[in-house]
C-alpha cells in the first residue's frame, strides 16, 4: 500500500465509504502544500519501526503532561504552605499535611495513566482496549483549560480493522496529538466512534488569544505522518473543516 499513496482535496458531502485507502482534506483551505504532504506521508509509509511514531507523538504531548503535573503539584505546595504557616497549631496543621499527602497521590496517579497507556508494539491488538489507552493519552494531555466531551462515553466494542494493529494505534495517536496541539491549552475536544469510524473534533473559544502550548506550528506535518500510516495500512484519513478555530479528523477502520 505504500507505492501509490493518496492525498487529494475533495468538496464535501464526504462519501467515507467511496474513498480509497488515502489522506483526504475537505474545507481546509491553505493549509496543507500537497506535494509536501505526499512527501511526508511516502517518508512515514516507509518507515518500518512504528513504534518511532508512536514515541514520537508522546514527545510532542510531553509539554502538555509537565504543565497538567505541574498544575497538580500546586495543590501539594500550597498545602505545605498553608500547614507552614499555621504552626505550631496542630490541629489546623494535620488537615493541610492530609491535603498534601492526597494531591500527591494524585500526582503519583496521573503519571502512573499515562504510563499504563503508553502503546507496546508486541501483541498489539487495535480494538476497544487499544482505543481506549489513545483516549486515555489524549485526556491526560488536555488539561484544566481544555473540556473534554463525550469521550468517556464512546462505544469501543465495534469491530475495526486488525490486519495493521501497530499502525492503527499509531494513527489514533497522530489524531489525537493534532487535536492538542491545535488547542494549545484551551477549548474543547470531543469524539465519536460509528460505523467504523473514529473521528476527534476540536475547538477554541472565541478570543482565547495566542496559543501558550508548542506544536501548533507542525499540525500539518503532524497529520501527514498520520495519514501516511493510515494509507500505508489500508485507511482512510479524512480532515475536515480546519480552520483556525476549530477542525475534525476521521479515520475509517471498519473491519
Known amino acids: 500500500m505504500t507505492d501509490k ?14 474513498l480509497s485507502p488515502g489522506m483526504y482534506a475537505v474545507n ?14 511516502q517518508c512515514a509509509a516507509h518507515f518500518r519501526d512504528v513504534g518511532l511514531f508512536n514515541g514520537t507523538f508522546l514527545g510532542i504531548m510531553l509539554p502538555f503532561y509537565l504543565h497538567n ?11 505545605l504552605d498553608l ?10 496543621v494535620e488537615p493541610k499535611i492530609a491535603g498534601a499527602r492526597s494531591a500527591t497521590g494524585s500526582v503519583v496517579d496521573y503519571f502512573r495513566e499515562i504510563a499504563g497507556a503508553i502503546p507496546s508494539c508486541e501483541g498489539l491488538s487495535f ?9 486515555t493519552l489524549l485526556k491526560a494531555a488536555c488539561g484544566r483549560s481544555v473540556n ?3 469521550l468517556d462515553e464512546l462505544d469501543l466494542s465495534g469491530s475495526f480493522n ?24 484551551s477549548g474543547t475536544v470531543s469524539g465519536s466512534i460509528l460505523d467504523g469510524k473514529i473521528q476527534l473534533k476540536w475547538s477554541k473559544p472565541e478570543g482565547p488569544g495566542l496559543l501558550y502550548m508548542p506544536g501548533s506550528e507542525n499540525s500539518s506535518s503532524i497529520l501527514a505522518v498520520t495519514g501516511g500510516l493510515a494509507a500505508s495500512a489500508g485507511m482512510v484519513l ?8 476549530g477542525g475534525e479528523v476521521t479515520l475509517v477502520a471498519k473491519q
Not at 499513496?5 to 467511496?18: D, G, K, R, T
Not at 500547614?83 to 489546623?92: C, L, R, S, V, Y
Not at 486488525?162 to 491549552?185: E, F, I
Open 69 to 79: 503535573a505541574n498544575n497538580l503539584l500546586v495543590g501539594v505546595l500550597g498545602n
Open 127 to 135: 480494538d476497544g482496549d487499544a482505543i481506549g489507552k489513545c483516549l
Open 28 to 41: 481546509c483551505p491553505g493549509r496543507f502544500d500537497a506535494e509536501e504532504a505526499q512527501d511526508i506521508m
Open 162 to 185: 486488525r490486519q495493521h494493529p501497530a499502525k492503527a494505534v499509531a494513527v489514533l495517536n497522530g489524531m489525537a496529538v493534532w487535536t492538542v496541539v491545535s488547542l494549545g491549552g
Open 83 to 92: 500547614a507552614g504557616m499555621f504552626m505550631p497549631d496542630i490541629e489546623k
Open 5 to 18: 499513496l493518496v492525498f487529494l482535496e475533495i468538496e464535501p458531502p464526504v462519501q467515507y465509504s467511496e
Open 148 to 150: 473534554s466531551e463525550g
Open 238 to 245: 479524512v480532515v475536515e473543516n480546519w480552520t483556525e478555530d
